[in-house]
């Protein structure tokens, strides 16, 4: 099976569940606040990996077998697709002061981020591949930048409600 039908869910999920729920929500989740120095660079590179998880799973296999490792690829990866779904929801309705704390939210500040991860890692072991491991890894790593970059435009935007929301609510988990 072509790698990249692993992403139509994830594409249903991201796109398409989320314009049902909130059309308004597409614009929100696909904005960028300002950025800064290294935040820059991490933003393109960012964006370079994401391009080429998508266009690398287009080459790669899921390499179906009855393995230990075929399964731990399969549960990670729909554990992933499941955190997406209701990191979604929760995302598409904010609560009134314009930010979320509902559902997942109440336990991690970006559980979008951290669905995103667990979900590539699946796709990397159902591929089986090493390299797709390693463009997740800079995709990861370059969004921690993104992240610290949301926070300080959240801190601006909603003041001491959010600093407080960042002392009970750890940033991945």
């Known amino acids: 099976m072509n790698g990249f039908l692993l992403?139509?869910?994830?594409?249903?999920?991201?796109?398409?569940?989320?314009?049902?729920?909130?059309?308004?929500?597409?614009k929100r989740a696909s904005h960028f606040p300002p950025m800064s120095g290294n935040e820059i660079l991490a933003y393109w590179i960012y964006q370079i990996s994401n391009i080429a998880i998508f266009v690398f799973l287009f080459f790669l296999t899921v390499i179906i077998e009855f393995s230990w490792r075929f399964y731990i690829g399969l549960i990670i990866y729909i554990i992933g697709l499941i955190l997406c779904a209701i990191s979604v929801i929760n995302f598409a309705v904010p609560s009134n002061e314009g930010f979320n704390y509902n559902g997942l939210?109440?336990?991690?500040?970006?559980?979008?981020?951290?669905?995103?991860?667990?979900?590539?890692?699946?796709?990397?072991?159902?591929?089986?591949?090493?390299?797709?491991?390693?463009?997740?890894?800079?995709?990861?790593?370059t969004s921690h930048w993104i992240i610290l970059s949301e926070e300080r435009w959240c801190i601006e935007k909603f003041g001491k409600e959010y600093k407080q929301y960042m002392k009970k609510v750890r940033r991945y988990i």
């Open 105 to 141: 939210y109440r336990c991690s500040r970006n559980p979008m981020y951290v669905s995103y991860l667990i979900y590539f890692v699946g796709c990397a072991l159902l591929t089986q591949s090493l390299v797709l491991c390693g463009i997740v890894l800079i995709f990861q790593i």
């Open 7 to 26: 992403l139509i869910p994830f594409l249903m999920i991201r796109f398409g569940l989320l314009s049902i729920i909130n059309k308004g929500a597409i």
